[in-house]
């Protein structure tokens, strides 16, 4: 018996208007991804994979079309009911990793459970094993600036894995690291693959995409290639 689709595109159009001009961004798109997989997609700039990842993050509306997570219809949900999805079954790790400078690493894993009204003490309980497990204990008071761009990234996993989300989605999460730091960030990710984490990743790399269950490929805002890798068959 196949695994559930955790996520179901069915036909999501995106068009931007650009001036005078209607850009069609994404065209007609379906795709099912199934819990527990790790997915790359991949393509050249301007091929949608932005676009179809600020969708799939609920960062942005399609045009037309439908989005279903979780069995959920996300497609025409209110700002304030998607605001609810980010927080609750989305986890987000950028290139940039968009920590909060001010706040220490352990606070910086806290903020996504900030907005649940939790206890306190269950909130410090959750970043302190999130910290754990991505190898960052000793550096619980820390503030970003003083860590590697390595270990920012790992604060950056570990805050979105903190609400135990759906779905994990990174966009180019090694684009800024050395290739030692990169290695052990994506042994991470292989980590969380093991672990059963639905992973969707952008990615230009063909060894990263490699790595995964399954590799997109996108041209021109349609599916052009979907392959899934050998170890995963």
């Known amino acids: ?8 595109l069915q036909e999501i159009r995106k068009t931007y208007r650009m001036g005078a001009v209607m850009v069609e961004a994404l065209r007609g798109l379906s795709l099912d991804f199934i819990r527990g997989e790790y997915v790359c997609i991949m393509g050249p700039s301007g091929c949608g994979k932005s676009t179809l990842l600020n969708t799939l993050g ?5 045009t037309s079309g439908r989005y279903l997570l979780g069995g959920t219809d996300v497609s025409r949900m209110t700002d304030d009911e998607l605001s609810e999805v980010r ?3 989305l986890g987000f790790i950028f290139q940039s990793y968009n920590l909060i400078q001010q706040l220490s690493v352990i606070e910086n894993i806290e903020v996504p459970l900030y907005y649940q009204n939790r ?3 269950e909130c410090r309980a959750k970043a302190v094993e999130l910290a754990k497990r991505v190898g960052l204990e000793a550096r619980l008071d820390h503030k970003p600036f003083e860590l590697s761009g ?3 990234q790992r604060v950056a996993i570990a805050r979105a894995l903190v609400n135990d989300p759906l779905v994990l989605l990174a966009d180019e999460p090694t684009g800024n690291l050395d290739s030692h730091s990169g290695a052990e960030i994506l042994g ?3 980590e969380l693959r093991r672990q059963g984490k639905t992973i969707i990743m ?9 790595r995964g269950d399954r590799a997109l490929r996108l041209r021109d805002g349609q599916l052009e290639s979907d392959i899934r890798n050998r170890r995963s068959a």
């Open 150 to 152: 390595g270990q920012q």
């Open 202 to 210: 952008v990615t230009h790399d063909p060894s990263i995409a490699e």
């Open 58 to 62: 609920c960062l942005d509306r399609p």
């Open 1 to 8: 018996m196949s695994a559930p689709a955790v996520i179901q």
């Open 188 to 190: 991470l990710f292989d």
């Open 87 to 89: 927080g609750q079954r």
């Open 119 to 121: 206890p306190e003490e």
